[in-house]
């Protein structure tokens, strides 16, 4: 229960603030909004049938309705996927992940997306992206689940959601913002962060909340758990230290924005690691995510050119996408006995990072092929993506939700 609170967290107020404070402060209401939003959106349709199809058992791609409208979903253990804590509170747990994986993707689109679309768009998401993927990757019997499938057609691992958050949610942003378009004046006139405080205090609740999300993944307390809370902490550090060290190299000063994104970066590409690798690897992926994540923020984004607003792709995707080949590469045994068994055993410091590639490539391609479909067909029904360009230049805040966040007297 404390790590399902501690991940929602991560989404409210962590995630709306530190979104929120990189925005002009004409648009901060509408990140609010969306992160709000997408919260209740997505628990209903968690209750529908999103957990069902994510975690009851169906075929190699989707899972079945048996746990539709959480029936079935009691205070008895589900043995398929924890047989010591009550089905309801696993349900509830896996709830927190599925909120703040679309909340992720508007980051990429912020300032310019009209809130109708944004929401319209998730719904749609959940079900052709994110409920397909956490089946497949965490769900039993899923195609791509190498820990607990034995007839895995790829016998992949993600301890706490490199693929199924991670990567799903930065590269559909990638998609997402290439669809939608750049913001007026992208470019040619300066868009800096209004709040540089609020983008602080949601990186400190984020990384705070992050322990919840990594180590409450061992769904115990238990050796496990403070593994992966350890590496959490030491890539964060380490990521936020490697960021920091190229941008004083390159520019003489070490930003609060530099910090705040090395911080995140380290924490997205460790999530898949966290609960398989030792504490000098945490540190050795800390380092990479800050180097990799700091180039395609500063320069993959400016040679081609794409409005990515907040950088959604530059960290979760390419940290996430990081994450997972090094996992498979630096996972051991020795940290996680459940390495040593099964089907995932022969492949562990041999061939798993082949394995990760592959798996890697489809949620790549299925989350970029899916959202340009969505957002096309969104567009028509929601009469265009976008906001009109007046609404735009006023601020989504009065033009799309009536408020502004600042009153000046």
């Not at 993600?158 to 990567?167: K, W």
């Not at 609740?205 to 902490?233: C, K, P, Q, R």
Request: net charge neutral; proline share 3%.
């Amino acid at each position: 229960m404390t790590s399902s609170a501690l991940v929602l967290f991560m989404t409210l107020p962590g995630l709306a603030l530190f979104y929120g404070g990189l925005v002009r402060r004409k648009n901060v209401l509408s990140i609010l909004a969306q992160c709000l939003g997408l919260a209740a959106v997505v628990t209903i349709l968690w209750w529908l049938c999103g957990y069902s199809l994510t975690y009851a058992r169906g075929n190699a791609l989707i899972g079945g309705l048996r746990f539709s409208f959480l029936q079935h979903v009691g205070t008895e253990p589900n043995g398929d996927y924890a047989q010591w804590i009550p089905h309801s509170l696993f349900a509830v747990y896996q709830l927190m992940f599925a909120i703040i994986t679309p909340a992720l993707t508007v980051g990429a689109i912020a300032e310019r997306m009209k809130f109708k679309a944004v929401m319209l768009f998730s719904v749609v998401w959940m079900f052709v992206v994110y409920f397909p993927v956490a089946h497949m990757i965490w769900g039993a019997g899923g195609w791509m689940n190498g820990l607990a499938n034995p007839g895995a057609g790829i016998k992949a691992i993600d301890f706490a959601g490199g693929f199924v958050v991670h990567m799903t949610s930065g590269w559909s942003a990638l998609a997402l913002c290439l669809v939608v378009g750049k913001r007026q004046g992208h470019g040619r006139e300066p868009m800096p962060p209004h709040s540089m405080v609020f983008c602080m205090t949601g990186t400190g609740m984020l990384w705070a909340g992050w322990y919840g999300f990594n180590a409450g993944s061992a769904v115990a307390a238990d050796g496990v758990a403070v593994n992966a809370f350890v590496t959490t902490t030491l890539s964060a550090a380490a990521g936020c230290f490697s960021w920091s060290l190229f941008e004083y190299v390159r520019r003489g000063k070490p930003s609060v924005l530099g910090f705040c994104s090395g911080v995140v970066a380290g924490l997205a590409t460790i999530t898949p690691a966290s609960g398989f690798v030792t504490a000098s690897s945490a540190v050795m992926i800390g380092l990479a995510a800050g180097a990799a994540t700091y180039f395609a923020c500063n320069n993959l984004k400016s040679r081609f050119g794409y409005d990515d607003s907040l950088d959604t792709f530059g960290v979760h995707a390419v940290g996430g996408t990081l994450g997972i080949i090094l996992t498979g590469v630096l996972a051991t045994a020795a940290v996680n006995p459940n390495l040593a068994t099964g089907p995932i055993a022969a492949l562990v410091g041999r061939t798993l990072w082949l394995e990760q590639l592959k798996a890697g490539a489809i949620v790549l391609v299925w989350s970029v092929v899916a959202t340009t479909g969505i957002a096309w067909i969104v567009g028509l029904s929601a009469r265009g993506l976008r906001v009109e360009r007046d609404d735009e230049t006023i601020g989504l805040d009065l033009a799309e939700h009536g408020e502004e966040g600042y009153i000046v007297e």
